[in-house]
Structures are given as C-alpha cells and as structure tokens.
C-alpha cells in the first residue's frame, strides 16, 4: 500500500464495472499472466499494456459486480494497481481484493479524482487529496483489512503469523 505520497497515472472507469471486464471468462482456463493481458479491455483496450506498478483505478458506483472470480482483483494485482476508488464495489470483489492484497477505498466524491501523479493517500483518516490540493473522505478500513493489505493479503499475512508462532520462546 502506498500512502502519503503522489501515485501514478489515475484510470477513469464508469458504474458497474464487472468481473468480467477485469478477468473475461474466454481467458479463464489460463493463468494469472494471461488473463491479466486482457483486464478491462472491453473497456479501455491499453489497459494491459499501459498500466504502470502504482497506478489507480478510480470508478463509479457497483465496482467488481458480477461473479465471485478472485482473478478478478488478482488480474489488477498482477498489473500493480496500488488501489481502487469507488463509492461502493461488489461484495465478494470486496473481500477478494483485501484477500489478495489490494487497497479498496470507497469515497462517495470519488467522481472528483483526476489528473495523473497527484493523488495521495494518507493515513490514519484515510483521505485522498486531490491535484487542487482538496482532501475527500473516504469510509474508513477496519485495521486487520489495512494489514493485511500491507502484507501482501491473507495467505502472506497468515504465512507471517505461523512463522512467527514458530519462533521459540525466550
């Protein structure tokens, strides 16, 4: 998760965002590294090519609506998009996305983001700050779900959690 400094380009997205614009079912009998070189493309065609580590989608109402297919936020994760911003997402996108390590923010004045480089995301509040220097607030992340986000999503987070229970004692 970055946080308190400027992020990369901002991709703009509409309502309704389905997981099969983000992992298209023709492209499921494939891996990760397939199925993410055809994120979004029904939508925004360069996507794949042209999303940078860093970059952040910003969308409409309904982000990830659809199916429960993880490879949909797996495909963005794969891509390195440090976040998403939406004012509401699907519920199993949701818990997908924190599973796997990517940062949800939901901000009800999401349609306010634009401009590329100049979004910041700063903590504890967890607000956005705009190029024109306005913040907007966003719903807060319970702890466990910023944590595991900074570790990388669950299997990472319980990965560290049972090798430090195997530490000895002292």
């Not at 891996?31 to 996507?47: D, K, N, Q, R």
């Not at 963005?76 to 976040?83: E, I, K, Q, S």
């Amino acid at each position: 998760m970055t946080t308190g400094k400027a992020l990369h380009r901002i991709w703009h997205l509409g309502n309704d965002v389905d997981t099969d614009a983000l992992a298209p079912g023709a492209y499921m009998q494939h891996g990760i590294e397939v199925i993410s070189a055809h994120c979004l493309e029904s939508l925004l065609p360069s996507f794949a090519t042209d999303v940078r580590k860093g970059d952040v989608i910003v969308a409409g109402s309904g982000f990830g609506i659809g199916s429960s297919r993880e490879q949909a936020a797996a495909a963005l994760v794969h891509l390195g998009v440090a976040a998403v911003i939406a004012p509401s997402y699907g519920g199993l996108f949701f818990r997908n996305a924190f599973n796997l390590g990517l940062l949800l923010l939901t901000c009800p004045d999401a349609a306010e983001l634009g401009g590329e480089g100049q979004l910041s995301i700063t903590e504890p509040a967890l607000s956005l700050q705009t190029a024109s220097g306005k913040n907007l607030a966003c719903e807060p992340v319970p702890d466990f779900l910023l944590q595991m986000v900074r570790m990388g999503g669950l299997m990472a987070s319980l990965k560290q959690r049972k090798a430090l229970a195997a530490l000895p004692v002292v």
